[in-house]
């Protein structure tokens, strides 16, 4: 036997790994069906890797709505900040919308799991606060408050809707709603 302490294996990734593991078995299990146990599977670390980088299953599940919030959002955000114009944010929109830049089959599916959670877990709220504030303050360059509010509820009651509908709406159609909800007061 030697006397010579265990080095650790220096692995600067592994709090990444375990924040995408975490999305991974959140879509693959949802919320209620995610522990410790399958995130430290699906990450390929020990089970007490969690514990050393977050103090509790609720702080795994945050980190990874925040990322899930941000990667959601990214591409949605680029596109609306193109617009100079409030007629260039309409067809941004359009775009994030008929694009599904958002609303890939996996963030739809994480969203549902994120508002649920959020109900139950009100310290959550703060994570879908802050992705609405986002699309919001972009949608907010061209659009008064209430109508930023508005245009940011069509995104995803569109991008929800489309996922089930049999018959989805196209292109024309999400542009026909939207000119109508963006109408400049008289």
């Given at each position: 036997m030697t006397d010579e302490p265990r080095r650790r294996r220096h692995d600067p990734d592994r709090r990444q790994r375990i924040i995408d593991a975490a999305v991974e078995v959140i879509a693959q299990h949802g919320v209620t069906g995610t522990t410790h146990r399958k995130i430290a599977a699906e990450a390929g670390v020990p089970l007490g890797s969690l514990t050393y980088h977050f103090d509790d299953l609720d702080a795994v599940l945050r980190a990874a709505f925040e990322q899930v919030a941000e990667v959601g959002s990214r591409a949605s955000l680029a596109r609306l900040a193109?617009?100079?114009?409030?007629?260039?944010?309409?067809?941004?929109?359009?775009?994030v919308i008929a694009g599904n830049l958002w609303s890939t089959s996996q963030t739809l599916l994480l969203s549902y799991e994120l508002y649920a959670y959020a109900v139950r877990h009100p310290a959550m709220e703060a994570v879908m606060r802050d992705w609405m504030d986002q699309t919001r303050t972009a949608l907010g360059r061209h659009f008064d408050p209430l109508t930023a509010r508005a245009i940011d509820a069509l995104i995803e009651g569109i991008g929800i809707h489309n996922s089930v509908d049999a018959e989805p709406l196209d292109r024309e159609q999400i542009e026909q709603i939207l000119r109508r909800v963006a109408m400049p007061p008289e």
């Open positions: 193109q617009a100079s114009t409030r007629d260039e944010a309409i067809t941004a929109t359009v775009d």
